[in-house]
């Protein structure tokens, strides 16, 4: 119960402190640098070590690119009767394809099932922030440009420090992980996520109603909270056979509203700006009311 006390008092606290016209206004910006060259980093050092390694975390790795790969799929079947303008169908095909898998998914989690379950969700994060480097960046290049640059991609992927520290804990597995000083400071530093993640959230939190679209928004939030995971649990139960760990984290973590960075790279591309920002804010309160839906279906 606290860390749910937690993760919705940061969440608010964010959004009150936006409120303040004596809080720094690109406060977010900070936290998250912190998020990403420090946390982020952190977890994956601290928690990849331990995993038991086998063919079946794949199922983790691979779901964000599932979930891609559905929401091309989904959006390019429904624009043959839907008729989109290109930006607004590579927007959501890039928004809702992304989920938000740390800076909401680890926080909630971490609340629902435990630190011990951190580690299916790094194997998560870290497959879903390829599909967003590669197939991602693919997207959103052609459906602006009509053509994709190789070396933007690759500038993506080794500038990124999670995915650097994720490739140095894969080093350190036959190692057997870091000495039990160094983990306990990995651990305390990874511990600043959740409280940190979640501030930043709230101070971006914002609604535009001028640029409310219901339909497209309403089809794109379904796909994305509803069908996606859906049809994660679906081909996961079948192909696994029992609804393990794996699967409930996947499901979980492909039920998180859409990924902020994907919004911003949807943004970046002239995208639909205002509808890219729209799935992403409106998009995390109204997961935190469904992923409770999969908690209990689950």
């Not at 890039?94 to 989920?99: I, Q, R």
């Not at 960046?137 to 190789?150: F, L």
């Not at 679209?213 to 696994?240: D, Q």
């Not at 393990?244 to 973590?253: F, G, K, W, Y």
Request: hydrophobic share 55%; proline share 5%; glycine share 8%.
């Amino acid at each position: 119960m606290s860390n749910f006390i937690l993760l919705i008092l940061c969440l608010l606290l964010g959004i009150l402190l936006r409120r303040i016209s004596t809080f720094p206004k690109d406060a977010h910006l900070g936290l998250n640098g912190f998020i990403i060259y420090i946390a982020l980093p952190a977890i994956a050092l601290s928690k990849i070590p331990e995993i038991a390694f086998g063919w079946a975390i794949l199922f983790p790795f691979i779901s964000g690119w599932l979930v891609l790969l559905l929401s091309l799929l989904f959006f390019k079947s429904l624009n043959l009767v839907w008729k989109l303008d290109q930006k607004t169908l590579g927007c959501l095909i890039l928004t809702c394809g992304l989920s938000n898998t740390s800076f909401v998914g680890f926080p909630i989690v971490e609340a629902m099932y435990g630190s011990e379950a951190l580690s299916i969700a790094v194997l998560v994060d870290q497959g879903a922030f390829l599909a967003l480097a590669i197939g991602g960046v693919s997207i959103a290049m052609i459906y602006s440009e009509g053509q994709v640059n190789g070396a933007v991609i690759v500038k993506r992927l080794i500038s990124f420090p999670p995915f650097l520290a994720f490739v140095l804990a894969l080093l350190m597995i036959p190692l057997g992980g870091f000495p039990a000083e160094v983990k306990e400071v990995l651990d305390k530093l990874g511990g600043t996520l959740t409280p940190l993640a979640l501030v930043s959230v709230g101070l971006q939190l914002k609604v535009e109603r001028k640029s409310l679209r219901m339909s497209t928004l309403g089809i794109g939030l379904g796909f994305k909270l509803v069908i996606a995971p859906l049809m994660i649990y679906l081909l996961y139960s079948a192909l696994l056979g029992q609804k393990s760990v794996l699967t409930i984290i996947s499901v979980i973590e492909s039920a998180m509203a859409p990924m902020i960075t994907a919004s911003i790279l949807a943004t970046q591309y002239q995208l639909n700006p205002p509808l890219a920002n729209l799935l992403a804010g409106l998009g995390i309160p109204l997961s935190l009311l469904t992923i409770g839906l999969w908690w209990l279906i689950l």
